[in-house]
């Protein structure tokens, strides 16, 4: 998984893409507070029973200011709050040489979905535990059959079986797996945050309506919350790559498609 800062290699662009095609919404985050029960007063029949006095407002404490923390600690309190975090939308673009990645993530524990815009064309993945599902467009399927130089009843024939149905893969290649490890969120944050080196620290500002606190590394600024430590905003510097971080703790978990919508790649020989 390459993220500018993090970038041994590059995204392959096309090349991906074509081995992609030959070789392969949001839960409410829990926070409940214990009811505290009081003990009834007891009275007698001869004695009233007193008035209870207004209980007093209790503020609670404000949380950490976790901008105050070494770069390196504050770094790592952010990889372990992305890590547990219960969901999270990532919304973005990877960009490099062979091209744009333009990418929406929901990402839960108990799987993702990751929809990618690769050279163009739209291709969807849908992970659940160790199955996968993938959706492809009408033009990922014309352009599918016209690099393989498909007849026009050929072609035909493809958007039939393919078109709106999910393609359940029997092999994938180690290409293909590095858009299925960003749709899930433990391979993604793991990726995410390897090899980002030593982070430097910057002031404190408002990005995204979130208090954060920036960690800079090879040119590009990871932006977290200074209250959560989670991430709000990836951005480099030196180019058009962005992330964002939204809806921690409200996406659900994605269902398998209808049974009607699956087609087992088996057959098809993906």
């Keep these: 998984?390459?993220?500018?800062?993090?970038?041994?290699?590059?995204?392959?662009?096309?090349?991906?893409?074509?081995?992609?095609?030959?070789?392969?919404?949001?839960?409410?985050?829990?926070?409940?507070?214990?009811?505290?029960?009081?003990?009834?007063?007891?009275?007698?029949?001869?004695?009233?029973?007193?008035?209870?006095?207004?209980?007093?407002?209790?503020?609670?404490?404000?949380?950490?200011?976790?901008?105050?923390?070494?770069?390196?600690?504050?770094?790592?309190?952010?990889?372990?709050?992305?890590?547990?975090?219960?969901?999270?939308?990532?919304?973005?673009?990877?960009?490099?040489?062979?091209?744009?990645?333009?990418?929406?993530?929901?990402?839960?524990?108990?799987?993702?979905?990751?929809?990618?815009?690769?050279?163009?064309?739209?291709?969807?993945?849908?992970?659940?535990?160790?199955?996968?599902?993938?959706?492809?467009?009408?033009a990922t399927i014309r352009a599918m059959a016209k690099a393989d130089k498909a007849s026009k009843a050929e072609t035909s024939a493809m958007l039939s079986l393919l078109k709106g149905k999910w393609i359940k893969p029997s092999k994938i290649d180690a290409e293909g797996r590095t858009l299925i490890d960003m749709t899930k969120q433990d391979t993604f944050f793991k990726g995410f945050f390897a090899e980002i080196g030593r982070p430097t620290k910057t002031g404190k500002k408002m990005v995204d309506g979130v208090l954060s606190v920036g960690l800079v590394a090879q040119g590009a600024t990871l932006w977290v919350d200074t209250r959560t430590a989670r991430p709000v905003r990836f951005q480099n510097g030196g180019g058009r790559d962005f992330m964002t971080f939204t809806d921690y703790g409200r996406v659900p978990a994605p269902k398998a498609p209808p049974a009607g919508l699956i087609v087992d790649g088996k057959g098809l020989g993906i």
């Design 1 to 138: 998984m390459f993220f500018p800062w993090n970038r041994v290699g590059a995204w392959a662009g096309t090349t991906l893409l074509a081995a992609v095609l030959v070789g392969c919404g949001p839960t409410d985050e829990a926070g409940t507070t214990p009811a505290t029960t009081t003990p009834a007063a007891t009275t007698s029949s001869s004695t009233p029973a007193a008035s209870a006095s207004p209980s007093a407002t209790v503020t609670p404490p404000a949380p950490p200011d976790l901008s105050t923390l070494p770069a390196k600690t504050l770094l790592a309190r952010a990889k372990a709050a992305a890590s547990a975090a219960p969901g999270v939308r990532v919304k973005g673009l990877l960009v490099d040489s062979t091209g744009d990645l333009r990418l929406d993530l929901q990402l839960s524990k108990g799987g993702g979905q990751g929809a990618f815009l690769l050279a163009g064309l739209p291709i969807t993945y849908r992970v659940i535990g160790k199955d996968v599902y993938m959706l492809m467009s009408e």
